[in-house]
C-alpha cells in the first residue's frame, strides 16, 4: 500500500505540473536566458595577442631610447617589423631622417612618411633603398620640398601613387 500511496502522490505532483508556457513560465525563462548568456560570455576569454603585437607595443613606448641604436637594432628585422616601427614612430611623432633610414627595406611598396620630420635627404636616401615602392605618402612633411619628389621619382620608376599636400 505504502507504494500506492507514493504512486499516486507522484501521479498527482506531475498532472498539477504545468509545461505549456504561460506568462509565469516565460517571465521565469527571461529570467534564467540573460543568466545562461552572461555564463556563457564569462567563460569565453579574448584572443591573447601575439608575441610580435606585445613585442611592437613594448618597443612602441620606449621607442625613444632605442632611437640611438636603432641601425644596430634593425639589422636582423624582416621587413613587416621595421614598418610597423616605422608607423610606430611616425605616430609618436618621432619620425626623421635617422629612423626612416636605420628602418629603410628594400622590399617596401608602400611608404607612409605623413606629419612627419622627414626631409629631401631623408626622403632621397629612403628612395635608394626602397626601389619598389608603389604608393608614397609625404603629406603634411614640412621639410621635403621638390627637389625631394624630384629624387623619389628618379629611383622609384614603380611608383604609382603620391600622396603630397597639406
Known amino acids: 500500500m505504502e507504494k500506492g500511496k507514493a504512486a499516486g502522490g ?18 521565469s525563462a527571461k529570467n534564467i536566458i540573460p543568466t545562461l548568456q552572461f555564463s556563457k560570455l564569462s567563460l569565453e576569454r579574448p584572443k591573447p595577442l601575439s608575441l610580435v603585437s606585445l613585442c611592437l607595443g613594448v618597443v612602441g613606448k620606449h621607442f625613444e631610447d632605442i632611437i640611438e641604436d636603432l641601425s644596430e637594432i634593425s639589422a636582423s628585422f624582416p621587413a613587416d617589423i621595421k614598418m610597423a616601427m616605422a608607423a610606430i614612430a611616425r605616430r609618436r611623432k618621432l619620425l626623421n631622417d635617422e629612423v626612416i ?9 608602400i611608404l607612409d612618411l605623413s606629419g612627419s620630420d622627414v626631409s629631401d635627404f631623408g626622403l632621397s636616401k629612403v628612395a635608394e633603398i626602397c ?14 620640398t621638390s627637389l625631394g619628389v624630384y629624387e623619389l621619382v628618379q629611383h622609384c620608376h614603380l611608383m604609382e601613387i603620391l600622396r603630397c599636400g597639406i
Open 131 to 144: 626601389k619598389f615602392v608603389r604608393a608614397v605618402d609625404i603629406s603634411r612633411c614640412s621639410k621635403i
Open 101 to 109: 633610414i636605420a628602418l629603410a627595406e628594400s622590399s617596401w611598396e
Open 10 to 27: 507522484i501521479t498527482s505532483s506531475l498532472q498539477k505540473l504545468d509545461l505549456t508556457p504561460n506568462s509565469n513560465n516565460i517571465k
